[in-house]
């Protein structure tokens, strides 16, 4: 049974850091692309980051460019975000995920299967 869990959410100040982990169980994140979503209140959730299998990057949104890093470590079997100079609007609760097909719908909510439950992020001004 696949069960994906992220941490490492809490409330920062504006200009703050943090890193979200996400690991899994009966799932090797290293042989799937991988992705970070977010849903703020009363918005439809959005893709933020994904990385392949074999380690591209890519982010799905222009407000998080040059603020967020996705990585992974494949020893651990852990998938992070790590998110700098945060802002107010990055307030959200953050979701990671499992791409159905590797290449397929890399920032689709819909092109995903295994999410973990989500973890709050809250940035205050």
């Known amino acids: 049974q696949v069960q994906v869990v992220e941490s490492g959410g809490g409330l920062v100040q504006a200009g703050g850091s943090l890193r979200l982990s996400c690991t899994a169980s009966?799932?090797?994140?290293?042989?799937?692309?991988m992705g970070w979503f977010r849903q703020a209140s009363g918005k439809d959730r959005e893709g933020v980051a994904y990385m392949t299998w074999s380690g591209g990057s890519l982010y799905c949104t222009d407000s998080v460019k040059g603020r967020f890093t996705i990585s992974r470590d494949n020893a651990k079997n852990t998938l992070y975000l790590h998110m700098t100079s945060l802002k107010p609007e990055d307030t959200a609760m953050y979701y990671c995920a499992r791409s159905r097909v590797n290449g397929l719908g890399p920032c689709m909510a819909a092109s995903f299967d295994y999410w973990g439950q989500g973890i709050q992020v809250t940035v205050s001004s």
């Open positions: 009966g799932l090797t994140l290293g042989d799937y692309d």
